[in-house]
Antibody, heavy 120, light 108 residues
């Protein structure tokens, strides 16, 4: 059974760095074809893909935020991480991590999401 | 970036009615990389259809998908009350992976 769960700071101030953790079970990020992606959703709005990391440590970022994003993983502890630097109010959203497989680049399983608010 | 134009943006349907959502891509996509998600109110998205026409595990047979190239569709053959949700298409063909703006399905 695949499960994912996001954790984060809840609230932070503009210009700070947002650090998110995805803790998962039911798959391994050392298995060929497996990856974790991060997607966010402002309240009442649509979905925006942010970044993926693959089993081989290959990383892909959304070019619109690339300079601000860093994705990483800890395979032995079944975790993936996302950092977003220099946040502002536009980064206020629910952040999801999801299992992706290289065969179709679909987000097969999602975490419940963590709400992040950027406010001074 | 490939833009996915979903239509309609909202649907009001009666139980038992057939509904179809269209997703048009700004560039051609391999059908292997076009997917549909369901997001119920207050919940996280759930994969419903992957690779254009394959139902994800546990998804009822009333959900189906079709299409190719730049034009894809998602159909619920007979809407049930539990299908009230927003539906999104998504392409994994090229970076950045993009989503349609969503179609909100409500019951009459």
């Amino acid at each position: 059974q695949v499960t994912l769960k996001e954790s984060g700071p809840g609230i932070l101030q503009p210009s700070q760095t947002l650090s998110l953790t995805c803790t998962f079970s039911g798959f391994s990020l050392s298995t060929y074809g497996m990856g974790v992606g991060w997607i966010r959703q402002p309240s009442g709005k649509g979905l925006e893909w942010l970044a993926n990391i693959w089993w081989d440590d290959d990383k892909y970022y959304n070019p619109s935020l690339k300079n601000r994003l860093t994705i990483s993983k800890d395979t032995s502890n079944n975790q993936a991480f996302l950092k977003i630097t220099n946040v502002d109010t536009a980064d206020t959203a629910t952040y999801y991590c999801a299992l992706i497989t290289i065969a179709a680049i679909s987000f097969d399983y999602w975490g419940q999401g963590v709400m992040v608010t950027v406010s001074s | 970036a490939i833009v996915l134009n979903q239509s309609p943006s909202s649907i009001i349907a009666s139980q038992g009615e057939k509904v179809t959502i269209t997703c048009r891509a700004s560039s051609s996509i391999s059908s292997n990389y076009l997917h549909w998600y369901q997001q119920k109110p207050g919940a996280f998205p759930k994969l419903v259809i992957y690779s254009t026409s394959y139902r994800a595990s546990g998804v009822p047979s009333r959900f189906s998908g079709s299409g190719s190239g730049t034009s894809y569709s998602f159909t619920i053959s007979r809407v049930e009350a539990e299908d009230v949700a927003t539906y999104y298409c998504q392409q994994g063909s090229s970076n950045p992976y993009t989503f349609g703006a969503g179609t909100k399905l409500e019951l009459k």
